[in-house]
């Protein structure tokens, strides 16, 4: 029932090399099809190339394909329309995120509405049966193509209630009985359809704007959805409060909590210019530019630099672009003739891939792996020992030590340089402590990361100070 250690830490510099990078660069290629059904040519300083092929040469290592249920508006995002996609990213060696948006149109945060062919199930159970149905055919039938997606979104921004009658209403509440109900059937479908095939997705749950997620995923964890590999955010100037730096500290937060899951970048974009290409109103104009990155292509693809370099820094595994390929052409939607995404795309008005595309060949400073071991004590049964540390970035919560039986071990990553403060504490005294709103600052051990792998080692029999 008390603090139990941190003034005697000593770091260790491990001889073992630093594993490779595992970090995700993406970009979903959703409009690739339509694009070059419409008579585009990507260009790769000046050659024309293959979009996909374009992004493979730049460091773009998957491709995030979206799947609607029956949108009879387009011929586009259907189950032959995918197939297609993800061949073209598998000829390529590009891993695959599957995108269901669970609805016949666009599912985002304030709208999750239910597909035409289920509109009349009114029954909760027989409502999920259908989800894990359709969710396990698609996938089923993918993997029998070849096809199966290394990663699964079960569902799209869902920051509001999935399969509604219409769109989400101002003070509308979520019925967590039956959004669990639901996200877990999808979930368990992955689950079985990957038990059945040498591929097993993993798993993500896709919120929009960092400021959204930590909340979402505390009630959704709470009403019992926790079968997930992935968290993926969407984050837009336009529309998130936050600054990239809160971004980073929201995924840093979000790793520690969920312990095992990958937080990521699901989706970001920035405009390159303010001019249009077409008659259509561009989504994102100078109202929504960030103060430190101007509407060029010089600001764009620093606005991609430094946004990966805050996931990066955060701990998140990976940035995927959304809808780099959206360029304007000939063709005519439901909205008019062209693109209204055209200034935000990784491609200039000509085609011609834009500096920002080797936003995944930057050399970004990565984090170094850190290993805190104390020793000198077993946890009494039942009462386990918890890490609190500032690197956790909140005062909120602090993590469970496991025993090896031979030494109590927790390892996380940081950034070289990166100051951290650290204390064990008993189980009781960390209830007390942060239910109290101690900031617990007594009895730290302090340290500075170096620019390796390190191993941080303590005695518990000493007291703290």
């Known amino acids: 029932m008390r603090a139990i250690a941190g003034v005697f830490a000593a770091l260790v510099l491990l001889s073992l090399p630093a594993a490779a990078h595992d970090f995700t660069f993406g970009a979903d290629l959703s409009f690739a099809n339509e694009m070059d059904d419409c008579g585009t040519f990507f260009k790769d300083k000046g050659v024309q190339k293959d979009v996909y092929a374009i992004f493979k ?16 508006w387009t011929k586009y995002s259907n189950l032959d329309d995918v197939k297609r996609s993800i061949a073209r990213a598998k000829a390529q060696g590009q891993q695959v995120l599957l995108d269901f948006h669970y609805s016949d149109d666009w599912a985002d945060p304030s709208k999750q509405v239910v597909p035409a ?147 990521l970048v699901a989706e970001t974009a920035y405009p390159w210019t303010l001019a249009w290409a077409d008659s259509l109103n561009n989504q994102v104009g100078e109202a929504d530019l ?24 955060g701990g998140g595994v990976g940035v995927i672009t959304w809808a780099p390929d959206h360029v304007s052409t000939g063709c005519r939607t439901r909205w008019g003739q062209g693109s209204d995404w055209e200034n935000a ?62 030494a109590l071990r927790y390892s996380t990553t940081m950034m070289p340089g990166q100051k951290i403060r650290f204390q064990v504490f008993d189980g009781l005294s960390l209830h007390t402590r942060l239910l109290s709103g101690d900031k617990i600052v007594a009895g730290f051990a302090t340290q500075t990361i170096p620019n390796a792998d390190t191993a941080i080692d303590d005695d518990l029999t000493k007291p703290a100070e």
């Open 345 to 406: 795309t990784l491609f200039d008005f000509h085609g011609d891939a834009l500096p920002g595309i080797d936003f995944a060949r930057h050399q970004y400073t990565w984090p170094v792996t850190v290993t805190f071991r104390f020793h000198g004590m077993t946890p009494p049964p039942g009462q386990p020992f918890y890490l609190w540390g500032d690197f956790l970035g909140s005062n909120s919560f602090a993590v469970r030590l496991p025993d090896d039986g031979t």
């Open 57 to 72: 040469d730049h460091g773009v290592n998957l491709v995030r394909i979206r799947i609607w249920n029956n949108a009879t």
């Open 117 to 263: 062919a289920w509109a009349g199930i009114n029954d909760d159970t027989a409502l999920a049966d259908a989800l894990y149905r359709y969710t396990y055919d698609t996938l089923t039938a993918l993997d029998k193509a070849g096809l199966m997606p290394d990663m699964v979104q079960t569902g799209n921004e869902i920051n509001s209630e999935i399969l509604m009658p219409g769109p989400w209403k101002t003070g509308q509440t979520i019925n967590w009985a039956r959004n669990a109900k639901l996200l877990n059937a999808a979930i368990k479908a992955v689950r079985d359809a990957g038990a059945h095939s040498t591929m097993r997705p993993k798993v993500m749950l896709h919120i929009a704007e960092p400021e959204n997620a930590e909340p979402w995923l505390a009630t959704a964890t709470a009403a019992g959805v926790t079968d997930f590999d992935l968290i993926g955010i969407s984050y837009y100037p336009k529309w998130s409060k936050d600054t990239l730096a809160g971004l980073g500290a929201t995924i840093n937060r979000l790793r520690h909590r969920y312990r095992g899951v990958g937080v």
């Open 290 to 313: 960030m103060p430190a990155y101007r509407a060029t292509p010089e600001g764009h693809e620093q606005y991609l630099i430094d946004l990966s370099q805050a996931v990066i820094a």
